[in-house]
């Protein structure tokens, strides 16, 4: 039988931010002993160093002479040193700075060698963060933006944390960092320019922003520090979002848009209200920000068409739940006290009450398509704010038991008709039990709804992994897979 080929390492290591000097005794001794050292340029000070030490090297500069841009390049370089690996060489590959700092080479040999399982280990090394630190006297838990002059751009720019800007290379890529960071910063705010940290010509110039791209100095080993801006000032403005719907709504906008209607729309507002919820259930700010804003273009969407047809228009939309705040914090707004929020619930509900005294019902106010769970809830909550209601839990399990009982009843009797209500009697009875547990009836269903799924999910993977189908299992297996599932939660 033919063996296979023998498998190699990566080793990846940092040159330093400046010369030899700043070379780790670790990154050293990987060099000396290297089966084959590879430079990712030989366009660095600390290289000189290597040369002096008569540690033999090769660089992929001329990849950069060929390559059509940056991006292919780093890519180039990551799948040569990735094959060399599989091919059974142990390469020790050595860029500028620290490997995990703004070195695109390394995240992309990292994510192939994994894919390819192939042996990695990258070692610390000094980047240039520490100089620009300590030259500046800054403290990065201060707050701190890290970004490359060749990705800048304009979304990923927050004017109120400090950045540091990578690599200007050039007086043409200066202009252009210059111009995206007009865009957010005044003309005259200042810079810092960061020429040849820890080399012998080492400068700090600071500029004005406009001036930016007049300066000489600019190479590979050129950052910038960007100050925050504390003068500037957010203002709030719906705007932008306001314009855009104005134009898919307008003749030489979109064909989908222009035919919408309220009731059109109305499934996707109520998809995206869910969408809201599962992500605050996750816990996930960004997809939060996310579907807030996809539900706020519902909201400007519909005051949109509202305002086409005369009825109301977005402001008014924001008037009046402004008002109807002010208004139900008098303790807020006006000269009401309060001891504790439970009084502050019962003057709101008070004041719900005199705003709404239009109503026939106490039951009124209730949105036909809520969700049953949640309809019930409400209903009940209602019910019971006029005195109608269960004085002890007891009671509710009393009801449940008797519900369930009927329940029973119906089904011996095969009546659908009646199986259906007596159902129905016991769901709601469960909801008023989960009232007076004070747990949401819906959220607990939602719950058990996605804890069934990840059950469900590892089912499907036991059978994938085993290549077999549901046919070939017995319910007692299957059960089994399943509480395994639940022993793994």
Not at 74 to 82: K, P, S, T
Not at 236 to 255: A, N
Request: hydrophobic share 40%; net charge negative.
């Amino acid at each position: 039988m033919k063996r296979g080929k023998k498998m190699g390492s990566i080793s990846i290591v940092g040159l330093g931010p400046s010369d030899g000097g700043l070379i780790t005794r670790q990154t050293w001794s990987l060099m000396e002993d290297a089966q084959v050292l590879y430079i990712r340029t030989e366009h660095h000070p600390a290289v000189e160093a290597v040369k002096k030490a008569d540690i033999e090297f090769k660089t992929y500069d001329d990849f950069y002479d060929k390559g059509e841009s940056f991006d292919v390049v780093y890519e180039q370089i990551a799948n040569d040193i990735v094959k060399k690996a599989q091919d059974g060489m142990d390469v020790v590959y050595a860029v500028p700075g620290s490997p995990l700092v703004a070195e695109k080479t390394v995240m992309l040999i990292k994510n192939l060698a994994y894919k390819n399982n192939v042996p990695i280990k990258i070692y610390s090394g000094m980047s240039f963060l520490e100089l620009i630190y300590t030259q500046l006297g800054i403290d990065p838990i201060d707050g701190l933006c890290i970004l490359d002059s060749f990705d800048l751009d304009k979304k990923n720019i927050d004017s109120s944390v400090d950045m540091i800007i990578t690599q200007l290379y050039s007086k043409h890529t200066a202009s252009e960092v210059k111009l995206t960071l007009m865009e957010h910063f005044p003309d005259e705010h200042e810079v810092v320019l960061l020429y040849h940290l820890g080399l012998p010509d080492e400068k700090i110039t600071r500029v004005c922003l406009y001036e930016l791209d007049r300066q000489n100095d600019i190479d590979y080993l050129t950052s910038l520090y960007v100050p925050r801006h504390y003068d500037k000032k957010t203002v709030f403005t719906m705007k932008p979002l306001s314009d855009i719907i104005h134009t898919l709504r307008s003749p030489e906008g979109c064909p989908w848009d222009i035919i919408q209607t309220h009731k059109s729309l109305r499934r996707n507002l109520i998809e995206e209200v869910y969408e809201v919820i599962e992500a605050i259930d996750l816990n996930d700010s960004a997809l939060l920000c996310e579907e807030l804003g996809d539900l706020l273009m519902q909201i400007v969407f519909h005051a949109r068409m509202a305002e086409e047809s005369g009825d109301f228009s977005m402001q008014d939309v924001i008037n009046g739940v402004s008002q109807k705040l002010v208004h139900r914090h008098p303790h807020v707004f006006g000269e009401v006290s309060v001891e504790d929020a439970g009084e502050v619930l019962l003057n709101w509900e008070a004041i719900k009450r005199q705003e709404k005294k239009d109503r026939k019902s106490v039951l009124d106010g209730v949105p036909k398509d809520l969700p049953a769970l949640m309809s019930a809830y409400k209903l009940q909550n209602k019910a019971a704010k006029v005195g109608f209601d269960w004085e002890q839990i007891d009671s509710v399990w009393d009801k449940l038991g008797e519900e369930i009982t009927e329940l029973k009843m119906a089904v011996a009797r095969d009546n659908k008709t009646a199986i259906e209500e007596e159902l129905g009697d016991v769901l709601f009875t469960v909801v008023n039990l989960s009232r007076f547990m004070d747990v949401d009836a819906e959220v607990s269903l939602i719950n058990s709804n996605r804890k069934f799924c990840r059950r469900f999910s590892y089912i499907e993977k036991q059978l994938k992994k085993q290549n077999r189908d549901w046919q070939e299992f017995t319910l007692v297996q299957l059960d089994e897979l399943w509480n395994q599932a639940k022993q793994q939660e």
